[in-house]
């Protein structure tokens, strides 16, 4: 079946840091890829997405781009903020019974320290 | 603002003794689901409702039931709790109309089982 693959947490780094999230995928056919983040606590609220290859979703200064050919959805922030540290799940979309099922990697935690 | 409410934030049973979990949304979505996050995991589908057409998922353990009286108000029955049923449990609502469309999730509810 679809899965999800993610990079190895705990992830730590100073404010102003560069952060990679690797994220790479298994699928059959083309799904949409997502980006949630998940504040202690709370439920997850969606990040960014892109629903086909070579799409770039892009929101709070987080970057992902969708690459077919390496099946990978890396997410990307040129400079991490205190305010960044949460827990981030990347995750695929597969269709069922007219609705979609979220495949999610194992999540990925992040503490950015100042 | 429109959102997805999930009552109560908290929630303590005891062994085997039946509990409900409820979520409500203003979204006016035609399709909730029902997750299972336990500690430190990614999320994982229990089932989900396309209007009044209930999925289950596979491996959904029989305890477990849902409802959905009407198109805003969806409950999570469980049975006969075991320890291994605490977790916190997300609702989430999307629209399904052929498109992909994000899923929204409500703040979920992190059940005990004594």
């Known amino acids: 079946g679809d899965s999800v693959t993610q990079m190895e947490g705990p992830v730590t780094l100073s404010e102003e840091a560069f952060l990679t999230i690797n994220c790479t995928y298994t699928?059959?056919?083309?799904?949409?890829l997502f980006w949630y983040v998940q504040y202690p606590g709370e439920g997850l609220q969606l990040l960014l997405k892109a629903t086909k290859a070579d799409d770039k979703g892009s929101n709070k200064g987080f970057e992902a781009t969708y690459r077919k050919e390496t099946t990978s959805f890396h997410l990307e922030k040129g400079s991490v903020q205190v305010s960044d540290s949460a827990v981030y799940f990347c995750a695929l979309s597969d269709r069922i019974q007219g609705a979609q099922k979220l495949v999610f990697g194992q999540g990925t935690r992040l503490t950015i320290n100042p | 603002d429109a959102m997805v409410i999930q009552n109560p934030r908290y929630q303590v049973t005891q062994f085997g003794k039946p509990v409900t979990l409820s979520c409500s949304q203003t979204?006016?979505?035609?399709?909730m689901y029902w997750y299972q996050q336990k500690s430190s995991q990614a999320p994982k589908l229990l089932f989900h409702y396309y209007d009044k057409d209930f999925n289950n998922e596979a491996d959904t353990p029989d305890n477990f039931q849902s409802r959905r009286p009407n198109t805003s108000f969806c409950f999570l029955d469980i049975r006969s709790p075991g320890l291994g049923d605490a977790a916190m449990y997300l609702c989430?609502?999307?629209?399904?109309?052929?498109?992909?469309?994000?899923?929204?999730f409500g703040p979920g509810t992190r059940l005990t089982v004594t």
């Open positions: 989430a609502t999307s629209r399904e109309a052929g498109q992909v469309y994000e899923q929204y």
């Open positions: 979204l006016n979505h035609n399709v």
């Open positions: 699928a059959t056919g083309y799904p949409s």
